[in-house]
């Protein structure tokens, strides 16, 4: 307890000038922090449980405040610990701060804004084009002045979500309504390169400008929001391009120094959302250099983000109380930046270009990094916040600040991609071992390259090759396809001699006219080493190879229902079986759910061409869970499509048994057999989407 507000200022609990304005008499706007441990604990990771268990807990924390405190809340905060209030009694203030719930009296900070070359410098087309690494399915939330979303950089919509191609799907303002969509330009620039670094990443601008500020009460209720959405639009980072000036080489909070965001930011990470805030441009005072960055960059859990210049300059460049005096290298650090042992990454952020407003500053700099990490999210959608921070600040180029003798990461998307998707088997030496006489293997190349001398594959430079290498343990005309790939592919199939030289078997570029994958079928040998190159194709036009989704399919020669496998069209008394396995098949496109279970996904295909009308019973066997479904289709379709095909009788079995049907057969029809697996939840999110797996393995399927 406290026995004056001047004994409350000693501990760092109340602002001395805060004191002061309240004893003159003159109203002082506080923020009113609670202790935060419980509802930080109380939110977890920010499902909608924990949004719920915070909300709840911050009311009661509230209500218990209000009851024995009468003051009048001017502003709410539903997922922050605090709330806002104006303060004109010194007596109402020391009740405050004197209550078991309360951390602190806060000021209301006024926030300063830190005010097309710039893509390839961070080597952002190498990432993006021709990969569908866009950052596609995430979203980015930009606290600012607003943006104007007609623009063509957020796909011109007429309203936030409308038409289907706008990249806005909510925008408002915090701060008093201006009726304006931007009244300045900052935030539409900002937000214009968060939508440039990220092209199929959601921008979700939040309006808290009001007058000349972004004002602290403003900004914590947008950080509010964001707790309790995030799931819902899936939010990678909040871009915070503006700050209160100080200078600060540690991690600014607690006495001294009262940090309204604190608990926002650690709160933010638990649910996977990076808070990324330009350094400042304030690093020039009076006029010499100071180390330090401004808030909220300095929290603990913020993403700080320097700027260095983006081009090389012949003239001199005047930034914030300081010139860059030419010529000037791209890459240098530009003279207005904040710095010091607090800035963890570093941007190109001068004579930036966005939505047709060209500006320079940390704050340009900033969202080079925060659309950088919905890539990440994209990439690597299960890490950490940490996780992503790491591979942010992993980088190629490491640039040397002169002014503080410290070395710092530029960004290079390429290196944080490659940190959170790794490409193993890039080189040839390197190469993925394929285990087993058939089977499914999956990964990304987003970052592939290729290697000194190597040759293009399929009689195209390609440029981004990853390699496999599988044994044959019998004589077999092997099927080696990139079925299911989301790239136009390359293949080459290579035998292996004694001295590890290769000999073309087979190439492909695209399986068929229209469709872009790859297929190879070679006859190998007992005992044949064989090694397979997939890449992609070189796009003439823009210099980029397509990389993305790989998938490499070898003998699996009835997962698509065009490769069914046959039953004799005569079953005798003792019946007919094929054995077989779904271990690592897959749906093909429209392909129906089987069974009712619209989560399956491991179907192989049979099919039986009756010499005689007569009934039939199927039996499937296995040691996993199975599911057996059986259509029909006119002979003379002997390669249906799954719209042709009519469910006869189908079964699915959870307890592992046997499944036993029948069904009457006709000449007329050809029946079509599906073995497929049972689904199950693998993994469920706040946001109610699951992960399946599909059960897969050895069977037998029998016709009597």
């Not at 073309?504 to 079928?521: H, K, P, Q, Y």
């Amino acid at each position: 307890m406290f026995d004056s507000l001047d004994q409350a200022a000693e501990f760092g609990v109340i602002e001395p000038t805060m004191v002061k304005q309240i004893r003159a008499g003159k109203g002082v706007v506080a923020i009113v922090q609670f202790e935060p441990s419980k509802v930080v604990d109380a939110y977890g990771k920010g499902d909608e449980a924990g949004v719920a268990r915070a909300a709840a807990l911050i009311k009661q924390m509230r209500t218990d405040v209000l009851k024995t405190v009468p003051v009048k809340p001017t502003q709410l905060f539903e997922l922050v610990p605090a709330f806002v209030t104006e303060l004109f009694n010194s007596e109402l203030a020391l009740r405050l701060i004197n209550h078991k719930h309360v951390l602190s009296l806060a000021p209301d900070r006024p926030n300063v804004l830190h005010l097309d070359e710039s893509l390839p410098r961070v080597r952002q087309p190498q990432v993006v084009t021709g990969s569908g690494l866009t950052g596609a399915g995430t979203s980015v939330v930009v606290l600012d002045t607003g943006a104007d979303y007609t623009d063509v950089a957020f796909g011109m919509c007429s309203a936030p979500g409308v038409p289907a191609g706008c990249r806005v799907p909510v925008a408002f303002d915090i701060a008093p309504d201006d009726r304006s969509l931007d009244d300045h330009g900052h935030g539409t620039n900002v937000a214009a390169i968060v939508a440039g670094v990220a092209p199929g990443a959601n921008v979700i601008p939040i309006d808290v400008y009001e007058g000349r500020y972004i004002w602290d009460r403003h900004a914590i209720a947008a950080l509010s929001w964001v707790l309790g959405k995030h799931y819902v639009y899936n939010i990678a980072a909040v871009n915070m391009s503006y700050g209160f000036d100080q200078y600060f080489n540690s991690p600014c909070g607690g006495a001294g120094f009262l940090n309204l965001y604190t608990s926002p930011f650690q709160m933010m990470r638990q649910a996977g959302v990076l808070p990324v805030a330009s350094a400042g441009n304030h690093a020039m005072h009076n006029p010499t250099f100071t180390s330090g960055v401004s808030v909220p960059s300095c929290t603990a859990g913020a993403i700080a983000v320097g700027a260095v210049h983006t081009r090389d300059e012949t003239d001199d460049q005047p930034g914030e109380n300081c010139t860059d005096k030419a010529p000037i290298s791209f890459d240098q650090i530009t003279c207005f930046t904040a710095g010091g042992p607090m800035v963890d990454v570093l941007a190109p952020g001068t004579g930036i270009t966005a939505a047709g407003i060209t500006m320079t500053g940390t704050s340009q700099a900033s969202p080079h990094a925060a659309g950088a990490v919905a890539l990440l999210k994209q990439a690597a959608p299960n890490s950490s916040a940490l996780d992503r921070e790491i591979q942010l600040t992993t980088s190629s180029v490491q640039i040397l600040d002169p002014r503080t003798g410290l070395t710092r990461p530029r960004l290079d998307l390429p290196s944080a991609v490659r940190r959170a998707a790794p490409v193993p088997n890039d080189n040839r030496s390197d190469k993925t071992v394929l285990i087993g006489s058939s089977g499914r293997f999956a990964q990304t190349t987003w970052t592939a390259g290729s290697e000194p001398g190597e040759t293009g594959h399929a009689g195209d430079p390609g440029g981004a090759s990853v390699w496999y290498e599988w044994t044959a343990s019998q004589a077999i005309n092997a099927v080696i396809t990139t079925d299911g790939s989301d790239f136009d592919t390359l293949l080459s199939v290579y035998s292996v001699d004694a001295m590890g030289n290769l000999a073309v078997l087979g190439e492909n570029d695209d399986e068929a006219m229209g469709i872009s994958t790859s297929r190879v079928a070679v006859g190998v040998a007992a005992g044949q080493r064989i090694q397979i190159a997939i890449d992609g194709k070189l796009d003439t036009t823009t210099g980029f190879t397509a990389t993305g989704h790989a998938k490499l399919t070898w003998n699996l020669p009835n997962d698509d229902i065009a490769d069914a496998v046959s039953f004799p069209d005569t079953i005798f008394a003792n019946g007919a079986a094929r054995s077989g396995s779904n271990l690592r098949s897959t749906h093909q496109f429209g392909e129906q759910a089987h069974c009712g279970d619209v989560y399956a996904r491991a179907s192989v295909w049979y099919k039986w061409e009756p010499s005689t009308d007569q009934s039939v019973r199927a039996r499937l066997g296995g040691v996993q869970l199975t599911c057996l479904a059986i259509y029909s289709a006119p002979r003379a379709l002997t390669q249906p499509a799954f719209s042709d095909l009519t469910r006869i009788v189908s079964g699915s079995d959870d307890q592992g048994d046997a499944i036993d049907v029948t069904f009457d057969a006709v000449t007329a029809n050809t029946y079509w057999m599906a073995v497929d697996g049972v689904s199950f939840e693998s993994a469920c999110y706040p946001n109610g989407m699951c992960d399946y797996i599909t059960t897969a393995g050895p069977f037998s399927l029998q016709l009597n």
